[in-house]
């Protein structure tokens, strides 16, 4: 049901990740101009990725009706399809954002508006009508009452420490191709609200060449209360660089909600890593944004799914692979690191964090 009021009166607030799930949504992958090679090889990352969550909490995977079949060959059998219809398989940003109230214990959704990253100006592909519909058709089919806000915004634009603090990008969360005339002071209010925010953080700028314009879940997140993890680099010749240095500053120098300082863990990025001929000759041609021969990857081992037993992590056969898993183990002792080799979805414009959205227990 679609409700009127606002989450905040109704004593809802957007939980951490790192909190309890009672389950975890995905996409099936399936656009040839974008995956590559029919979106095979991604399928198969892609259900690497459902099944190993599934062993944590219950997976849900929207699924084309004309893909059911083929998805039931990759997945496992613990892992429920629900038939949808939809442009791309990026879950954490057009589906739900969902919420919590803490005395009783309910969930409701948040269905943002979507307009593929940027709208017809800078969006990624030149239709979005199926993805539109995810988030209500998801809330739905879960029985939750939603919210809507009548603002564009994506779930890997937000994080959250579930104190009512949250980290947003400006070049991204503020894009004129977004929400034309949106200040700062305007979304804080959204954040207050929508999500329960009673400070947000606002960092200038995200990873480099991340096409999402910057989205916080490729640079940084929470990992505890307090706690953040940065992507970053030593090499003042990478632009990225000034970009988490910049962030780092702000991170260092802030305190939460709650008025604590955080501490700032940084988390080394893969080398460079750059899109191979091979690799985009695999593209076929058709509305979403060229894959192009050469195109530096926005590549992070910050854009992990905590899950509640794991913590499933993008992995690149690089030589920063190994310290990024221990680096990451330290922040949760509790959960088991697992690595995915992830190119595949990288190579489509996003990694793991990015094609899923939990559901709060």
Same mark, same amino acid.
């Given at each position: 049901?679609?409700?009127?009021?606002? $989450?905040?009166?109704? !004593?809802?607030?957007?939980?951490?990740?790192?909190?309890?799930?009672?389950?975890?949504?995905?996409?099936?992958?399936?656009? #040839?101009?974008?995956?590559?090679?029919?979106?095979?090889?991604?399928?198969?990352? @892609?259900? =690497?990725?459902?099944?190993?969550?599934?062993?944590?909490?219950?997976?849900?995977?929207?699924?084309?009706?004309?893909?059911?079949?083929?998805?039931?060959?990759?997945?496992?059998?613990?892992?429920?399809?629900?038939?949808?219809?939809?442009?791309?398989?990026?879950?954490?940003?057009?589906?739900?954002?969902?919420?919590? !109230?803490?005395?009783?214990?309910?969930?409701?959704?948040?269905?943002?508006?979507?307009? %593929?990253? #940027?709208?017809?100006?800078?969006?990624?592909?030149?239709?979005?009508?199926?993805?539109?519909?995810?988030? #209500?058709?998801?809330?739905?089919?879960? !029985?939750?009452?939603?919210?809507? $806000?009548?603002?564009?915004?994506?779930?890997?634009?937000?994080?959250?420490?579930?104190?009512?603090?949250?980290?947003?990008?400006?070049?991204?969360?503020?894009?004129?191709?977004?929400?034309?005339?949106?200040?700062?002071?305007?979304?804080?209010?959204?954040?207050?609200?929508?999500?329960?925010?009673?400070?947000?953080?606002?960092?200038?700028?995200?990873?480099?060449?991340?096409?999402?314009?910057?989205?916080?879940?490729?640079?940084?997140? @929470?990992?505890?209360?307090?706690?953040?993890?940065?992507?970053?680099?030593?090499?003042?010749?990478? $632009?990225?660089?000034?970009?988490?240095?910049?962030?780092?500053?702000?991170?260092?120098?802030?305190?939460?909600?709650?008025?604590?300082?955080? =501490?700032?863990?940084?988390?080394?990025?893969?080398?460079?890593?750059?899109? =191979?001929?091979?690799?985009?000759?695999?593209?076929?041609?058709?509305? +979403?944004? =060229?894959?192009?021969?050469?195109?530096?990857?926005?590549?992070?081992?910050? !854009? @992990?799914?905590?899950?509640?037993? %794991?913590?499933?992590?993008?992995?690149?056969?690089?030589?920063?692979?190994? +310290?990024?898993?221990?680096?990451?183990?330290?922040?949760?002792?509790?959960?088991?690191?697992?690595?995915?080799?992830?190119?595949?979805?990288?190579?489509?414009?996003?990694?793991?964090?990015?094609?899923?959205?939990?559901?709060?227990?």
């Amino acid at each position: 049901m679609l409700l009127n009021s606002k $989450p905040v009166d109704d !004593n809802f607030i957007m939980p951490a990740e790192f909190e309890p799930h009672s389950g975890c949504l995905m996409l099936w992958p399936y656009r #040839g101009d974008n995956w590559r090679d029919g979106a095979e090889p991604a399928r198969k990352t @892609f259900a =690497k990725v459902a099944n190993l969550i599934a062993l944590s909490e219950q997976m849900y995977m929207g699924v084309r009706e004309q893909d059911c079949e083929r998805a039931e060959l990759f997945l496992s059998p613990d892992v429920k399809m629900i038939e949808l219809t939809y442009d791309d398989s990026w879950m954490r940003d057009i589906g739900p954002t969902c919420l919590k !109230n803490r005395q009783t214990g309910e969930i409701r959704t948040v269905d943002w508006d979507f307009n %593929a990253w #940027g709208g017809e100006t800078d969006g990624l592909y030149d239709s979005w009508d199926g993805d539109v519909q995810v988030a #209500g058709k998801v809330s739905d089919v879960l !029985n939750y009452d939603t919210y809507k $806000p009548g603002v564009v915004l994506e779930g890997g634009a937000i994080h959250v420490d579930g104190q009512g603090t949250m980290i947003a990008v400006e070049e991204c969360v503020l894009s004129e191709n977004r929400n034309r005339g949106m200040t700062k002071d305007k979304m804080e209010q959204v954040f207050h609200d929508y999500l329960g925010i009673k400070k947000t953080i606002w960092i200038q700028r995200g990873v480099f060449n991340d096409e999402t314009n910057g989205h916080v879940d490729n640079l940084c997140c @929470f990992s505890n209360v307090g706690s953040v993890l940065l992507c970053w680099t030593d090499d003042r010749s990478d $632009p990225q660089y000034a970009r988490s240095a910049e962030a780092y500053e702000i991170l260092s120098t802030s305190t939460d909600a709650l008025g604590n300082p955080l =501490k700032v863990d940084k988390l080394i990025q893969p080398d460079p890593l750059y899109i =191979k001929r091979e690799e985009s000759a695999g593209i076929e041609k058709g509305n +979403a944004v =060229k894959r192009v021969e050469g195109n530096r990857l926005a590549a992070s081992y910050v !854009n @992990f799914f905590i899950a509640n037993k %794991a913590v499933i992590v993008p992995t690149f056969n690089d030589k920063n692979d190994r +310290a990024a898993l221990e680096r990451i183990q330290e922040h949760f002792p509790n959960r088991k690191v697992i690595p995915v080799y992830s190119r595949e979805i990288l190579l489509g414009g996003g990694n793991i964090h990015c094609i899923t959205q939990q559901i709060p227990k």
